[in-house]
């Protein structure tokens, strides 16, 4: 069992202001994503495709609300004045853009200063998925906890075509 749902099996919601998650890009943006995904993975996929189930976003809602919400906000709008970004914003979806499932998974923190991917698998692909529920992205087929199939999937701000 993870830090993560230790904290919340053991009921220490009081001190669920400490607890954030930080999703920050790795690398240096570039465009949209080319054939090469996460560490060389041949890309098969975008996040448009229905990448993420309505289950797994429901679960990262609740995920959410007790645990990052005093950080990032309810709506997912950030608190720019203490460093926490929006996760659900135009601007949440450039800087994301040209990266992949893989890179947004690895980078949703038990609080700023842990390292990538500390917290259960499970529970970072819920919080991903509810993240991309909030920006408009639409549910599908369940999102793979393995950082290989993760890796296959493009994350472009826009749907393939629209723009």
């Known amino acids: 069992m993870s830090r993560f749902s230790l904290f919340l099996a ?8 400490a607890l954030s998650f930080v999703i920050a890009p790795a690398f240096a943006q570039g465009g949209n994503a080319t054939a090469s995904g996460y560490l060389g993975t041949r890309v098969t996929e975008n996040i ?8 797994q976003a429901d679960k990262g809602a609740i995920l959410y609300r007790t645990a990052c919400s005093n950080c990032h906000g309810k709506q997912l709008e950030g608190v720019p004045d203490e460093g926490n970004p929006a996760l659900a914003a135009p601007g949440f979806m450039v ?3 040209g990266q992949s499932m893989a890179d947004l998974v690895a980078h949703v ?3 700023p200063h842990s390292r990538p991917s500390d917290m259960d698998p499970l529970t970072a692909v819920a919080l991903a998925a ?3 529920n909030q920006n408009g992205v639409p549910s599908g087929k369940a999102l793979s906890t393995e950082k290989s199939e993760q890796g296959k999937i493009a994350f ?3 749907k393939p075509g629209t723009k």
């Open 10 to 17: 053991g009921g220490a919601l009081a001190t669920a202001a």
């Open 48 to 55: 448009w495709d229905g990448v993420y189930s309505d289950e």
């Open 95 to 97: 800087e994301w853009d």
């Open 109 to 111: 923190h038990v609080s």
């Open 130 to 132: 509810f993240i991309l």
């Open 156 to 158: 472009t701000q826009f």
